[in-house]
């Protein structure tokens, strides 16, 4: 992979070819699958995430999870590879920054896996990466995490869905490409409503939800997608229910419209 493709993926999705700058603590994510090593992880986050319990930072790791996830999409898609996103090729870190803490990753060896290009063969590949991803690579931390924080699987894989939603609307709207268009539809589409359920260990695969859209908090005019999932943003210090979060009550959403809207009217006054 050449550097500006590196670079591209390191700004797009926080994904390395070393530890990033500024790291304060690094993981292994093979040992992540053990419970003695993620319970490490969940005690040296959950203090520079300020979570009020173990729940909170599943829920974090779940968001940023994603992050990876959407580079597999990305590449898949965009470029017909993927890069090896093996556990045992995989780092994962923990950098302050402007008073919180993100998760970001790095690769131990930046190699690639080609698309083949007949179509029905690249067709099985793609299938094939995205159940090694989910099943291999983010399924056992998911799992993981899960047990040693009480969140269920389905809270966890569901920080994902609204993220792929708006990705997958960003990256279609940079297109003029009818093919590439195509592929992004075809592959987001295999990802949320052909991929088994299986590969997931849920009942149902966890992509495979309605979008719902909301009135935007800025603009009476437009509408914003409502997420699949709480982030748990409220059992964080200092916290509290996002506008878009899905245990919110619509009187409430309400409320938080008009509060914003007069804070803007009177700050512009």
């Known amino acids: 992979m050449n550097e500006l493709l590196i670079k591209e993926f390191t700004t797009k ?48 790791f779940g968001g940023y999870l994603s992050n990876l996830a959407l580079a597999v999409q990305y590449s898949v898609t965009g470029f017909s590879f993927v890069p090896e996103l093996s556990l045992a090729n995989l780092g994962i870190h923990l950098i302050p920054a402007d008073g919180y803490c993100r998760i970001a990753f790095s690769l131990h060896a930046w190699k690639t896996e080609q698309a083949p290009e007949e179509q029905q063969s690249r067709d099985a590949w793609r299938n094939d990466v995205f159940a090694r991803f989910y099943q291999e690579t983010a399924g056992p931390l998911v799992r993981c995490i899960s047990q040693v924080s009480g969140l269920s699987l389905g809270e966890i894989w569901g920080q994902m869905p609204s993220k792929f939603n708006y990705y997958v609307e960003s990256f ?22 052909e991929l088994p359920a299986e590969v997931f260990q849920m009942p149902r695969n966890p ?41 919110m009550k619509e009187e409430e959403r309400a409320a938080r ?8 009217a009177a700050a512009g006054s």
């Open 13 to 60: 999705f926080d994904l390395h070819p070393a530890v990033p700058e500024g790291t304060l603590h690094s993981f292994a994510a093979a040992e992540l699958v053990h419970e003695q090593g993620m319970r490490a992880f969940v005690d040296t986050y959950g203090p520079l995430m300020k979570a009020l319990d173990d729940k909170a930072v599943a829920a974090y």
């Open 172 to 193: 279609a709207a940079g297109m003029t490409d009818p093919a590439v268009l195509k592929r992004i539809e075809a592959d987001y589409s295999y990802l949320k409503d």
């Open 207 to 247: 992509f495979h939800v309605k979008v719902r859209r909301i009135e935007s908090l800025v603009d009476q005019e437009q509408t914003v997608q409502m997420r699949n999932r709480c982030c748990m943003y409220y059992r964080t210090e200092g916290g509290r229910l996002c506008y878009t979060c899905p245990r």
């Open 257 to 264: 419209r008009e509060e914003f809207r007069s804070e803007r």
